[in-house]
Every structure is written in C-alpha cells, then in structure tokens.
Nanobody, 120 residues
C-alpha cells in the first residue's frame, strides 16, 4: 500500500488549500479513507473520513465542519481534502489513511504526511 499526500503549504488565515492523496496497492473504491492531522503537542485528530463508494458516508470533526470537504475520485485513485476558511489552529501535519472501514482508519495504512501551516 502506498499513500502519497501533496498540496500542503503556507497560507494566510481565511485562505484555502486542497490536499491530495494518490493511492496504490489498495482497492480504492472499496476501502474507506480519511485525513488525520497531528499538531505539535496535541493528540492526533480524525479530520474527515469517507466510506467506500458503495456505502457513501462521510464524517467530519466538529472543528472543521462547514469548512472542509472530503471527496474521492475513483477513476484517479485519489482522495482530496478541500480546506476553506483556514484558521491558525488548523496548522498540523495532515496524513492520508486507508482501511476497510471508517471505524478502523486509525489502524489502517498511512501516508508520510504533508505540512499545513496557517498564519494570522
């Protein structure tokens, strides 16, 4: 399994970024996927998760609801996270994760992470 994130960077508060995760070695359309972030000195947080295409469920942490949108393009084996109205507290390393179900994402496969830094 290989998950490769991209799209992180430095952005001013109120701005937007779109993260991408290119996946290989998994049954992309059949697996659940998600984004987990880790900020220095804080516990990791499941930001968003999306079920397999056949189930069609997505979930969000309360801290990002209404600002972040998770989506997947099965034709490209790519997961996305559109992040709007970014805040300094969104600063973290964002990891792409994949597993058989949303409830097991933490125990699944992880990418190497991409840094997102939001300045005020």
């Amino acid at each position: 399994v290989q998950l490769v994130e991209s799209g992180g960077g430095l952005v001013q508060a109120g701005g937007s970024l779109r993260l991408s995760c290119a996946a290989s070695g998994i049954s992309f359309g059949s697996d659940a996927m998600g984004w987990v972030r880790q900020a220095p000195g804080k516990e990791r947080e499941m930001v968003a998760g999306i079920s397999s295409s056949s189930i069609g469920i997505d979930i969000y942490a309360d801290s990002v609801k209404g600002r972040f949108t998770i989506s997947r393009d099965n034709s490209k084996n790519t997961l996305y996270l559109q992040m709007n109205n970014l805040k300094p507290e969104d600063t973290a390393i964002y990891y792409c994760v994949a597993a058989r179900s949303i409830v097991s994402l933490y125990e699944g496969s992880w990418g190497q992470g991409t840094q997102v830094t939001v300045f005020s």
